[in-house]
């Protein structure tokens, strides 16, 4: 591989290779992009596959029936499943913002005393998951009687996000000068106020980041959703859908199409904030 | 749009460098709630944490040292008991062995193939935003569902991957691939790696960006050959980006719950369950051995969050 002599060879033909190159570089590139979207497609074909073909493994069924997708409201318990979702990702988001915001406010701005501890646990928390701690979270709520409600899901995934919030938040209040803020103060407007006419504005797409990454990563819990709680129609989607799986009869259609319903939209979603995602979960670690 | 994040993660970070020039942090001019200090601000953070994953440590240990009914009823201490329970449980030793090798097999590959792919997707071609998107598809998606999907597509009868398997030759007849152990791992892998080379890819995509241009074109210049660069120019300065990406990746592996749940539920039996999931199985018949699971595992989270530390720098900071 040392020895490929292509970089010396690359003026004299005057780019012949460099476009084999890319060619190949954008077909792996293509081929490897198809196969990561595979499992979604297939769950879309699968989704697709009249109730009489879904045994059948042809990689493509005669017809489609893409009926499963209203079907799957009326057989299921998906709509009180996306109902707890739904509650569940906003009231998380919203508890996230309304605790995070101040924190990163402040710890970006004021070097106060404990500053390095308090971002060490928030530092810390991002790395326990809810799956080692699933046992004490569950004798914790069964004993505060939260269990089977919508409360202990938005509390409970509100702590967990909370780090990556504090994180995206304070680096973009960070990253906007003090001086703006000041300047506001000495016109007149409070800090509050400043804060909200100056500071936020500018810090927007660190809050949308945050808004949307922890919407998402409420929306996809599962390991919580099934431990913390038992009634089919209080459980998240994810939890529905893993119940779907272990029915009797398992309507295999229904199930993709209630997992589409549950993907698409997140994944829209997520594109919208991709570049700004890897800062924060990684932030307090990249100098 | 996206400088800012970067720029600003640099300086809210843990180590902000006092910026010279800057005025004094505006702390004499908070006149309202003067003695509570950062108490109002941080407070409610630090109450969500102490609540929810504080107590959750604290109750788990003080679970695992108690005798609990399934009902939930205590009856009173237990001693070490349940931990006598668990280590003298046959299936724990491959539990644990399994947990061990699924770590380490999914992370290393993780890791090596997003290499490649960093480096592939760092290249201008033709469509490379449209293929960098579907690259997030299974990052954003609920792991549980790519999961179940894979799943699917291993289905003995129906499986979109039986069938091809079988007509590229690769198999002789469509087999039930997560009905058996030995079977279902290699795919256990396969889907935990395909859903972490996202993070780990496009965490190194941002390292080899900060990569300067100069670097390589001196490289040109002397030159060497494409492999060479690699190896002496990008590889060492993407080691930040690798290191952050792989212990992040390995906490993650380690915890993963969903892949298991949704591919084999950890069965046959107990055989493909790591600790996560095995602790899951056993809350159900005692909650207290189970405790004492978690108890053991959160030992190996906590040299993990160690490891995590050292490698971000947090503990050459504290003693300097």
């Known amino acids: ?287 | 749009m996206s400088s800012p994040a970067v720029d600003g993660t640099r300086t809210a970070g843990p180590d902000r460098p006092d910026r010279t020039g800057r005025p004094a942090p505006p702390a004499r001019r908070r006149r309202a709630l003067p003695r509570l200090g950062p108490l109002p601000w941080i407070g409610p953070a630090v109450l969500l944490i102490l609540v929810v994953v504080v107590w959750p440590v604290v109750e788990m240990v003080r679970t695992s040292l108690r005798r609990i009914d399934t009902s939930g009823t205590d009856h009173g201490p237990a001693g070490l008991v349940k931990y006598r329970k668990l280590f003298a449980d046959p299936r724990l030793p491959d539990v644990l062995l399994w947990t061990a090798v699924w770590t380490v097999v999914v992370v290393g590959l993780t890791m090596l193939l997003s290499l490649g792919l960093a480096q592939l997707f760092n290249q201008r071609f033709p469509g490379r935003r449209i293929t960098r998107w579907a690259l997030i598809a299974p990052w954003a998606a609920s792991v549980l569902m790519t999961a179940i999907g894979f799943r699917w597509m291993l289905d003995q009868v129906a499986g979109v991957l039986n069938r091809l398997l079988l007509d590229l030759g690769l198999i002789d007849h469509a087999r039930a691939w997560t009905g058996d152990a030995a079977q279902a791992k290699p795919w256990l892998v396969l889907v935990a790696v395909f859903v972490s080379l996202p993070f780990t890819t496009y965490t190194l995509l941002a390292g080899l960006q900060t990569v300067p241009n100069e670097v390589y074109e001196a490289a040109r210049v002397d030159g060497a050959s494409p492999w060479q660069t690699y190896r002496k120019v990008t590889l060492p300065l993407v080691r930040p980006a690798f290191l952050v990406a792989l212990v992040v990746n390995l906490i993650n592996v380690f915890n993963s719950f969903p892949v298991i749940w949704g591919m084999t539920q950890g069965g046959p039996n107990t055989d493909t369950a790591t600790t996560t999931v095995f602790m899951y199985m056993l809350r159900g018949y005692d909650v207290a051995e189970s405790a004492a699971m978690s108890v053991v595992n959160f030992a190996a989270v906590v040299v993990l969050v160690l490891l995590f530390l050292r490698t971000s720098g947090w503990n050459q900071e504290e003693n300097r």
């Open chain 1, 1 to 287: 591989m040392t020895a490929r002599p292509r970089t010396p060879a690359r003026p004299a033909p005057g780019g012949r290779r460099p476009r084999a190159r890319t060619v190949l570089l954008t077909a792996t590139a293509w081929a490897l992009a198809a196969l990561f979207l595979l499992p979604y497609v297939d769950m879309a074909v699968t989704a697709g596959r009249p109730a009489d073909q879904l045994r059948d493994n042809g990689y493509l069924p005669t017809r489609f029936d893409f009926s499963s997708f209203t079907s799957v409201w009326t057989d299921t318990t998906l709509g009180a499943n996306l109902r707890t979702t739904l509650l569940v990702a906003g009231g998380s988001t919203l508890l996230v913002l309304l605790v995070a915001l101040p924190a990163a406010y402040h710890t970006a701005r004021v070097r106060f005393r404990g500053r390095r501890a308090f971002l060490l646990l928030v530092l810390v928390t991002q790395m326990f998951q809810p799956a080692a701690l699933q046992v004490g979270l569950y004798r914790e709520f069964h004993a505060l009687g939260m269990l089977d409600t919508v409360w202990v899901l938005v509390l409970a995934n509100a702590a967990f996000n909370l780090a990556f919030a504090i994180w995206i938040l304070g680096a973009y209040i960070g990253s906007i000068p003090v001086e703006l803020e000041e300047a506001a103060m000495i016109d007149g407007t409070g800090r509050i106020g400043a804060l909200f006419r100056v500071t936020l504005p500018l810090a927007l797409p660190g809050v949308v980041t945050a808004v949307i990454f922890t919407f998402i990563a409420a929306w996809n819990e599962f390991v919580m959703g099934l431990t913390l709680t038992n009634t089919p129609e209080r459980q998240p989607l994810t939890v529905g859908i893993n119940n779907m799986i272990g029915a009797y009869s398992v309507q295999w259609n229904q199930v993709f199409a209630a997992s589409l319903v549950a993907i698409v939209p997140v994944v829209v979603l997520f594109a919208v904030i991709e570049r700004h995602v890897v800062s924060g979960l990684t932030a307090g670690s990249v100098k």
